[in-house]
């Protein structure tokens, strides 16, 4: 029996459903972002200390780490059309709740409650990329989905500051949960479905397929990209409680200048992943985007050192823009190797796993931040996130490399490619 490769896409690429998606992905995270900082501003007003916000923090990431594995599955055997459009209701009814919501215990739950939503939304939508473009198409399809999302994180504070500083917390609230209805929408809408018995691609495309054993810990190129992206957002993840207090009182940066320095690095993931996506297809050797994608976390943590070391804010926006660029260019192969290398009817969980992954790592980087800050200055932990991320790139160096050389000697005979479950090797033409 012929082998095929688990990349299995369209005969032709569905923009319109791409476009659905992507304007669905950019407002609901406009929405997350809009929610969170207006709930941060409005306990922070209150009276509420750090360890409110703290607690505010972890139940926005808690849920994407702990459901990952229910969600993945679940993305993967439930119509997607039923789950983005029931999700989407239930976060707008929860956003809902919040907006009248004013003990910090009721609302720290029903930010828990949202993000159990958003576990389940990421994975379903991360997973219909891919069954709605062509092979050749995914790469710039993934672009557009990452350009939404930074437009989403860069609008949702800029517009929290300005309805909470003009209305209250209660009205951003409220757009917040109309936000969500962009899911509803977008689940009606978009044609190409996946989940339970229903293939990939268009609706109506037919056949069901037997759900493949797929197991991450069996793909060694799958577990180093994990392994490696996870242990760099951890390293890096301290930066986000440290960042603020480097800026306005190391650096003495104004309030503008903070906004401005932290708008450069989602600015520069936005060409980081327009440029990426014209090459990316180009390398069919999946080893190859393994070690790209190695480099450009090298070059997020080279910037995050560099930027530690720079005597004024405004030098720390060309760094932040260079991080930003290599980030997005990562994201856009890490996209690509999970759809090339995950069966379809498995992607769900291939997403959930890896968003879950990073997820976590982030909540350590955190943690750690907010300890480390007891104790030391925020410039010499700005440089410690740089130099722990550049380590972390180096030991990975060894595992990256056995995993290449695996999985080219796998790949170079069919029956090894088989084995494996990746497409079989065809000759040049």
Partial sequence: MPSTSILSAPSSSRWSDVGFATVARGVSTCGDFLAATALTL???????????????????????????????????????????????????????SLAYAEHPVVIVTLVALLASGLAVTQPVLAALLPAMVRAEDLPRASAFNQTAATIGMLGGPALAGLLVGQFGTRVPLLVDAASYLALVVAGL????????????????????????????????????MVATMAAVVGALGALGVVEVFY???????????????????????????WLLARFAARFTDDATLLWGGLVLLAVCCLMVLVGAVV??????????????LANGGDSVLNNLLL???????????????????????????YLIGGLAMEVAAPRPLVAACGVAGLLVVVVFVVPVARAARTDRQRRSTPEGAAGAGLPTPTPAR
């Fill in 42 to 96: 409005a306990l922070q007003s209150a009276g509420a200390g750090g360890l409110a916000v703290s607690a505010l923090l972890l139940a926005a990431t808690l849920p994407l780490v702990l459901l990952a594995p229910l969600t993945g599955r679940l993305a993967d055997r439930v119509d997607s059309r039923t789950l983005l459009v029931g999700a989407g209701f239930a976060q707008a009814a929860v956003c809902l």
């Fill in 189 to 224: 809408v978009i044609r190409t479905r996946r989940g339970g018995s229903r293939s990939a691609g268009p609706a109506g495309s037919g056949g069901e397929r037997p759900t493949p054993a797929w197991r991450l810990r069996r793909d060694p190129v799958l577990v180093a």
């Fill in 247 to 273: 800026l306005r009182e190391t650096l003495d940066a104004s309030a503008t200048m903070f906004g401005v320095v932290t708008a450069a690095w989602p600015l520069g993931i936005l060409p980081g992943a």
């Fill in 311 to 324: 005597p004024v804010a405004l030098l720390v926006v060309p760094c932040w823009l260079l991080g930003g």
């Fill in 339 to 365: 759809a090339r290398r995950v069966p379809e009817a498995a992607r769900g969980r291939a997403f959930a796993v890896f968003g879950g992954a990073t997820q976590g790592a982030a909540m350590v980087g």
